[in-house]
């Protein structure tokens, strides 16, 4: 089931201003259940958890950023060109 662009737009927007600060939360936990380890492990933690957390979640980031690909084009007497 592949998502629409505006979904996909939607939904990274969900998961980045709800899902992200719960992960947050959750790392800042899990590495406070280690009970203060190296500073260098600590480092490792938190930037393995950085890029964890983002994995499952790659295919709706994806073209987010550009312009809506089903959109019709801009008519040709647009002053922004």
Do not use: C
């Not at 550009?66 to 801009?74: E, F, S």
């Amino acid at each position: 089931m592949a998502l629409s662009y505006r979904a996909r737009r939607r939904w990274s927007l969900v998961i980045l201003l709800v899902g992200l600060p719960l992960y947050i939360v959750l790392a800042v936990t899990i590495v406070d259940m280690l009970q203060r380890p190296p500073m260098w492990l600590e480092l490792v933690v938190y930037v393995g958890l950085g890029f964890l957390w983002m994995a499952p979640f790659r295919f709706v980031f994806l073209g987010v950023g550009r312009a809506d690909p089903d959109a019709p084009p801009p008519p040709e007497d647009d002053p922004r060109k």
